[in-house]
T-cell receptor, first 109, second 113 residues
Framework: GQNIDQPTEMTATEGAIVQINCTYQ??????LFWYQQHAGEAPTFLSY??LDGLEEKGRFSSFLSRSKGYSYLLLKELQMKDSASYLC??????????WGAGTKLIIKP | IAGITQAPTSQILAAGRRMTLRCTQD?????MYWYRQDLGLGLRLIHY???????GKGEVPDGYSVSRANTDDFPLTLASAVPSQTSVYFC????????????FGPGTRLTVL
């Protein structure tokens, strides 16, 4: 079956670094997406990885290991506005996105 | 309009009633999608359309229907609403049906009593 696993909730301190992990099992693989979703709002795109390695975009970086079925999102210099849910999604062989339930990130001052 | 709009923002509906959720995009994207989001679960694909005139079933299509008469509009219809269809519904679009970034509308919060 198809499955995406990510932690339900994480807590971190303002200014710190946090890593949100995601493991995936899908029928075929056409890339791994990360989205951010603030409470009561729509998901917004953060990153896309299809090749192994680290992609850096400002304070956010995303890593992919295809052989391990594993990705992580790294958030540096955390700000209070980073408090949100972070959604991991894998594109399967039909390019349909299979979504994880999301990781709720709580930032404390 | 810029991006994707959805209507209504929220709705309370009696079980058994018919309801159409509207979705319009102005980005000239070929692909459009309908998802539902329930607490503790990931977004689940209901139906999709890779181009105007074609539609396909997603993971949870039962009880829902869609049409794609033109590029911009992708309405979702609940023929006879049931309480288990209480959810937040998101419409999304992408340039193509491949692994392109999906852009989401603001969502419709639907409660079926």
């Amino acid at each position: 079956g198809q499955n995406i696993d990510q932690p339900t909730e994480m807590t971190a301190t303002e200014g710190a670094i946090v890593q949100i992990n995601c493991t995936y099992q899908t029928s075929g693989f056409n890339g791994l997406f990360w989205y951010q979703q603030h409470a009561g709002e729509a998901p917004t795109f953060l990153s896309y990885n299809v090749l192994d390695g680290l992609e850096e975009k400002g304070r956010f970086s995303s890593f992919l290991s295809r052989s391990k079925g594993y990705s992580y999102l790294l958030l540096k210099e955390l700000q209070m506005k980073d408090s949100a849910s972070y959604l991991c999604a894998s594109a399967d062989s039909n390019y349909q996105l299979i979504w994880g339930a999301g990781t709720k990130l709580i930032i404390k001052p | 309009i810029a991006g994707i709009t959805q209507a209504p923002t929220s709705q309370i509906l009696a079980a058994g009633r018919r309801m159409t959720l509207r979705c319009t995009q102005d980005m000239r994207h070929n692909a459009m999608y309908w998802y539902r989001q329930d607490l503790g679960l990931g977004l689940r694909l209901i139906h999709y359309s890779n181009t105007a005139g074609t539609t396909g079933k997603g993971e949870v299509p039962d009880g829902y229907s869609v049409s794609r008469a033109n590029t911009d509009d992708f309405p979702l219809t609940l023929a006879s609403a049931v309480p288990s269809q209480t959810s937040v519904y998101f419409c999304a679009s992408s340039r193509s049906g491949g692994a392109d970034t999906q852009y989401f509308g603001p969502g419709t919060r639907l409660t079926v009593l």
